[in-house]
């Protein structure tokens, strides 16, 4: 029935440092950023009736024009000079909402990265992220994957080393964060002695994820002081895990883990915290889950 389709992979910040605030209101940051293979899944046909059409398995978002995939769709069609041509998407969903793990952005990247396979790649990545950027920070990033550093609001992109080594927890309680409230919170507090990011990248530059554990960080928890992202750390941390923190705003959690063995008894010991998910580091977006 379908054409082709795509994964979306999510997104977790081993770091997240905020450096800076533009007049324009938009806030600059210095991160380090790591697919990993909890996914979303997206199908697609071509259709030559010039609509882009959306339907949702897995999550109760709005399928409409205001959907980050249909506005990736539109995006890329106009981009190319195809606007009699349409598509078809299904999107089956994995990547909790509200978790910052890059959810929406992950699915408006693999539309990107999908429509420029079925149009026989008219455009670069490069492009593809340029795209990407009208429709969120994080779909730049997305559309590559991988481990990244990420700087300006995000679409600055440095390739680090890639990450194999080591299994991520993740936590999803049944609560969200307000980003909004979050940079908020962060404007307000004292300037922060040092940052997360340069110990994170340097780690990464060695190329051992438990290494990199031990400096982990991520500003927006720090600001927060929230007590239930605080208790989940700490059961991270005492189910084995050799670093834990929350991810972009919030709220999932993860923490890492060596061996599978210790990941699935934790993500046991973490359920009375909220949904719990075990998934490995993806090398870049464009290979299959691990």
């Known amino acids: 029935m379908w054409d082709t389709f795509e994964y979306a992979f999510g997104k977790l910040n081993l770091s997240l440092d905020i450096v800076g605030k533009q007049e324009n209101g938009y806030?600059?940051?210095?991160?380090?950023?790591?697919?990993?293979?909890?996914?979303?899944?997206?199908?697609?046909?071509?259709?030559?009736?010039?609509?882009?059409?959306?339907?949702?398995?897995?999550?109760?978002?709005?399928?409409?024009?205001?959907?980050?995939?249909?506005?990736?769709?539109?995006?890329?069609?106009?981009?190319?000079?195809e606007t009699e041509r349409g598509i078809t998407l299904h999107l089956q969903k994995q990547i909790p909402s509200q978790a910052g793990m890059g959810g929406g952005s992950s699915d408006a990247a693999a539309v990107l990265r999908l429509m420029n396979r079925l149009f026989a790649y008219p455009l670069t990545e490069e492009e593809l992220c340029?795209?990407?950027?009208?429709l969120g920070a994080d779909v730049p990033f997305c559309v590559r994957g991988g481990t990244q550093k990420a700087e300006g609001v995000?679409?600055?992109?440095?390739?680090?080393?890639?990450?194999?080594?080591?299994?991520?927890?993740?936590?999803?309680?049944?609560?969200?964060?307000?980003?909004?409230q979050a940079f908020a919170k962060s404007d307000a507090a004292p300037i922060p002695p040092s940052l997360f990011t340069p110990s994170v990248e340097q780690a990464v530059r060695k190329g051992?994820?438990?290494?990199?554990?031990?400096?982990?960080?991520?500003?927006?928890?720090?600001?927060?002081?929230d007590e239930r992202i605080?208790?989940?750390?700490?059961?991270?941390?005492?189910?084995?895990?050799?670093?834990?923190?929350?991810?972009?705003?919030?709220?999932?959690?993860?923490?890492?883990?060596?061996?599978?063995?210790?990941?699935?008894?934790?993500?046991?010991?973490?359920r009375p915290y909220g949904r719990c998910f075990v998934c490995r580091p993806v090398a870049d977006s464009f290979l299959g889950p691990v």
């Open 27 to 81: 806030h600059l940051l210095q991160m380090v950023m790591q697919s990993v293979s909890l996914h979303d899944t997206l199908f697609a046909s071509l259709t030559q009736d010039g609509r882009v059409t959306l339907t949702l398995e897995g999550n109760p978002l709005p399928a409409g024009d205001d959907n980050l995939c249909v506005k990736a769709a539109h995006a890329f069609l106009h981009a190319i000079g």
């Open 130 to 134: 340029r795209i990407g950027l009208t």
């Open 154 to 180: 995000g679409e600055i992109l440095t390739p680090l080393p890639t990450l194999s080594e080591g299994i991520f927890v993740l936590c999803k309680p049944p609560f969200g964060i307000s980003t909004p």
């Open 208 to 225: 051992d994820l438990l290494d990199v554990a031990t400096y982990v960080g991520n500003r927006f928890e720090t600001v927060l002081q």
């Open 230 to 270: 605080a208790c989940i750390v700490a059961a991270m941390k005492q189910s084995g895990a050799a670093g834990a923190c929350m991810t972009g705003s919030g709220s999932v959690v993860f923490g890492v883990f060596s061996t599978l063995d210790t990941a699935f008894a934790a993500r046991k010991n973490l």
